[in-house]
């Protein structure tokens, strides 16, 4: 199992920016497909990027691309997320999320069902 841990959310100005990481600890981190995906109130938990296990691969939700970027780092067991101009309705707790591979070709999920372990999330509040 792998255990997740988000820093780095906070209250924002639009058009301004953050940074958020994750940490990892438990099982070999490169075992693992990742992603962000946040939730607002009275809304359910939707993708916002996902990165395959050697970082070859990412994806982004229309909402987000261009906007944000994902990366990880294997060596220190860490994910990130930056995201620049930011927008209210960017306003949501973020959480990181992870998939243990059953081969290294699964592609990046876009759903929260094909995520096992979860990071407590983030608040991130974008202001007018």
């Known amino acids: 199992q792998v255990q997740l841990a988000e820093s780095g959310g906070g209250l924002v100005r639009a058009g301004g920016s953050l940074s958020l990481s994750c940490t990892a600890s438990g099982r070999a981190f490169n075992f693992y497909n990742l992603a962000w995906f946040r939730q607002s109130p009275g809304k359910e938990r939707e993708f916002v990027a996902g990165?395959?296990?050697?970082?070859?691969?990412?994806q982004y939700s229309d909402s987000v691309k261009g906007r944000f970027t994902i990366s990880r780092d294997n060596a220190k067991q860490t994910i990130s997320l930056y995201g620049g101009q930011l927008k209210p309705e960017d306003t949501a707790v973020y959480f990181c999320a992870a998939h243990s591979l059953i081969t290294d070709h699964d592609p990046i999920g876009l759903l929260s069902e094909q995520y096992a372990f979860w990071g407590r999330g983030t608040q991130v509040t974008v202001s007018p």
């Open positions: 990165i395959n296990w050697n970082a070859l691969t990412v």
